[in-house]
């Protein structure tokens, strides 16, 4: 059984990669959200951004796996469940990373993100929805940057733990003949 500390230093460092990388994702996106144009760039920037969101989905996989072998290759004493923790505890400090950016970012860098998008709501729909519902979104505006924390918080984490649990499966490889002794 590895102590935790170990597990802990080296979830760190592989958290602080992949909310790295999803913080990079994210700034991409933002500046793809920034060209102007006609509908010919509208189709470029959607397509841009899915191509964009599937190699951030493909390298966030890869890097986890990439972690949790180096993790396991680096500690030989490692078992399964250590290998778990270790990704578990990664998938946590990764989905703290980016959630805290994306927090500062709706909190401070651009506030009005929600407000504007309520707005554009407001406008779409103005006939569809009543009084009574527009006062309940509009008490809901200042509250959303703390729910997008959390929402964010827990589905990464969440993601990450599922895809610790499939990987850590064969991370170390199971020997069932590793106890045997050799003379036999």
Request: glycine residues 6%.
């Amino acid at each position: 059984m590895i102590q935790q500390k170990i597990i802990w230093n080296d979830a760190a460092r592989s958290g602080l990669v992949l909310g790295g990388v999803s913080i990079g994702y994210m700034l991409c996106t933002i500046l793809l959200g920034l060209l102007k144009g006609g509908p010919a760039i509208g189709v470029i920037v959607n397509v841009l951004s899915l191509l964009l969101w599937v190699f951030k989905f493909v390298l966030c996989i890869r890097l986890m796996k990439f972690f949790m072998l180096k993790f396991a290759a680096s500690n030989p004493e490692a078992a399964n469940g250590d290998t778990f923790r270790f990704g578990t505890a990664t998938a946590l400090l990764s989905a703290l990373i980016y959630s805290a950016f994306y927090l500062a970012w709706v909190s401070f860098i651009n506030p009005d993100m929600f407000t504007s998008s309520i707005d554009m709501v407001r406008e779409a729909y103005s006939g569809t929805f009543t009084s009574d519902q527009m006062d309940a979104i509009d008490e809901m505006v200042p509250k959303l940057p703390t729910i997008t924390f959390f929402v964010n918080l827990v589905w990464c984490w969440l993601f990450g733990t599922v895809l610790s649990a499939i990987f850590s499966a064969n991370i170390p490889p199971r020997n069932p003949f590793r106890d045997v002794p050799k003379d036999i």
